[in-house]
């Protein structure tokens, strides 16, 4: 990736400004919907700011300029990825092994 060269914040740039924008309408809207339902203000409040503090947390990158879900990426990648690489050793020098393990040659 490409480091944004028009970060506002360090690591919080024009895309994250406009998701959080999205996400800040979205929570506003929900929380609308709950205070009509639950008639919670406190409540309500709460989780429009919740949504938003989500939101920055989940895109906010880091040093490495890679946010939660390119973390969770490449967590998932890694745990599909081989971990044992089973190998049968064979001598290139022709000499034979012993019991052990070890390589005998001609030693004087």
């Known amino acids: 990736k490409i480091l944004d060269s028009d970060d506002y914040i360090r690591a919080y740039g024009k895309n ?23 008639k919670n203000m406190v409540t309500a409040v709460l989780l429009a700011f919740g949504i938003i503090v989500l939101t920055v947390f989940i895109f906010r990158r880091d ?7 390119d973390k969770i990426k490449i967590i998932r990648k890694s745990k599909q990825m081989q971990k044992r690489y089973y190998y049968k050793y064979l001598n290139s020098y022709g000499d034979a092994e012993n019991e052990k393990g070890t390589i005998t040659g001609n030693s004087q």
């Open 16 to 38: 994250e400004l406009v998701i959080t924008g999205i996400s800040a309408i979205l929570g506003i809207v929900v929380s609308v919907i709950y205070y009509f339902f639950q």
């Open 63 to 69: 040093m490495y300029n890679e946010n939660l879900i």
